[in-house]
T-cell receptor
């Protein structure tokens, strides 16, 4: 069964410091990986997906199949980055298209 | 901003009663989903629907039921068989099953 692990429940960093939110997955097929974000009093929304290979709000994430990881990174944290971040995996090969979410990491950027 | 509307935001029910949560979307999306979120947990899929008049069980469908009679609506009924119904429920939709999902604001259900 597919599984997504976010080892940190809470991550606190100072403004301007680099950020890395960890995500590891276990899956034997062809996964699609996503990062979703929920800002305070806002809806859960898609931040980025690995197949896009884009940078959103300064965040990037690289799929490392060897390490089965999809860590989210930003070189300089901003206060507005404080939010709840969820890593998610979708089975793109079996046709079910179900998303499996990690438990989330709360990022707190200290001014 | 439109999109997906879940109502009500907070819902209280007595133990043993069925309760229905509403989810409406005006995005013309074919696929819709229901997730449950518990404190310290990720989202877990309850049911999903690929198209009107079709729906499939997710990982935790026991004690829940859904219908998809209209494209824009995907109501979730929490039945009295659901052993621990108090939770935060999120509805989502996407153009098709393999496209990014858009989420509603959620409904917090409390069983008294």
């Amino acid at each position: 069964a597919q599984r997504v692990t976010q080892p940190e429940k809470l991550l606190s960093v100072f403004k301007g410091a680099p950020v890395e939110l960890k995500c590891n997955y276990s899956y034997s097929g062809s996964p699609e990986l996503f990062w979703y974000v929920q800002y305070s009093r806002q809806r859960l929304q898609l931040l980025l997906r690995h197949i896009s290979r884009e940078s959103i709000k300064g965040f990037t994430a690289d799929l490392n199949k060897g390490e089965t990881s999809f860590h989210l990174k930003k070189p300089f944290a901003q206060e507005e980055d404080s939010a709840m971040y969820y890593c998610a995996l979708r089975d793109s090969g079996a046709g079910s298209y179900q998303l499996t979410f990690g438990k989330g990491t709360k990022l707190s950027v200290i001014p | 901003d439109g999109g997906i509307t879940q109502s009500p935001k907070y819902l209280f029910r007595k133990e043993g009663q069925n309760v229905t949560l509403s989810c409406e979307q005006n995005l013309n999306h074919d696929a819709m989903y229901w997730y449950r979120q518990d404190p310290g947990q990720g989202l877990r899929l309850i049911y999903y629907s690929q198209i009107v008049n079709d729906f499939q069980k997710g990982d935790i469908a026991e004690g829940y039921s859904v219908s998809r009679e209209k494209k824009e609506s995907f109501p979730l009924t929490v039945t009295s068989a659901q052993k621990n119904p108090t939770a935060f429920y999120l509805c989502a939709s996407s153009t098709t099953l393999n496209q990014p999902q858009h989420f509603g604001d959620g409904t917090r259900l409390s069983i008294l």
